[in-house]
């Protein structure tokens, strides 16, 4: 089975400009969260979806936003970029939300790599 | 201060020797993980645990919650171990949010 896929696999953009990225779970797994890695620090959680519905925020302004489609497929969108939102941004995909304590490994794509000019 | 805590950041070690890497946290837990980051960017994940010990291969992880402290040892390193490890944790238990430390730079030198 694949595991989970970003697209792309890099991308420049400049000041202003907004952005989509996207990501596939693995196939069965409902839930998918996203993280943001600036160079040379841990990654930061920004969402976390499942069942298409918002269960996590980060602390990360309303310029980000995302969705997950019926498919469990996830977009990231991020408007209005900044020089500062250069990073390297993860998607994670689990079988499901974890609740009740029932944490659950998450699986990691490679990443997009976003260079903001 | 982070919430979660790794040292060193920086591991320099031999080929064969016994690699130990500490993280420490400051919130309560429902799950700790022990991720792999290699150059490029990809995360694979060791190891999660909630209590005791954890052996896969070379890699042992163990976590004492009274004292929120977790380690990760490598157990005759090689070259292919060097890597970012990275230790996280869910500090929620109704979310998949992760928590991340810095994470520590290990080479392994032949």
């Known amino acids: 089975d694949a595991g989970v896929t970003q697209s792309p696999t890099h991308l420049i953009k400049t000041r202003g400009q907004h952005v989509t990225l996207r990501c596939s779970p693995i196939?069965?797994?409902?839930?998918v969260s996203w993280y943001q890695q600036v160079l040379g620090q841990g990654p930061q959680f920004i969402f976390q979806?499942?069942?298409?519905?918002?269960?996590g925020r980060g602390n990360f302004p309303d310029r980000f936003s995302a969705r997950q489609f019926p498919n469990y497929s996830s977009e990231l969108n991020v408007n209005a970029l900044l020089l500062g939102d250069s990073a390297l941004y993860l998607c994670?995909?689990?079988?499901?939300?974890?609740?009740?304590?029932?944490?659950?490994?998450?699986?990691f794509g490679d990443g997009t790599r976003l260079s903001i000019l | 201060k982070n919430e979660v805590e790794q040292s060193p950041q920086n591991l320099t070690a031999q080929e064969g020797e016994f690699i130990t890497i500490n993280c420490s946290y400051s919130v309560g837990i429902s799950a700790l993980h022990w991720l792999q980051q290699h150059p490029g960017g990809g995360i694979v994940s060791l190891f999660m645990l909630s209590s005791g010990k954890k052996k896969h291969g070379r890699l042992i992880a163990t976590i004492n919650i009274q004292e929120k402290h977790s380690s990760l040892h490598i157990t005759a390193s090689h070259p292919r171990d060097s890597a970012v490890y990275i230790c996280a944790v869910n500090g929620d238990g109704a979310t998949n949010k992760l928590i991340f430390g810095t994470g520590t730079l290990l080479a392994v030198q032949p």
């Open positions: 979806y499942y069942e298409k519905e918002e269960r």
């Open positions: 994670a995909s689990s079988p499901g939300t974890g609740g009740f304590g029932g944490n659950q490994p998450q699986h």
């Open positions: 196939s069965g797994h409902k839930s």
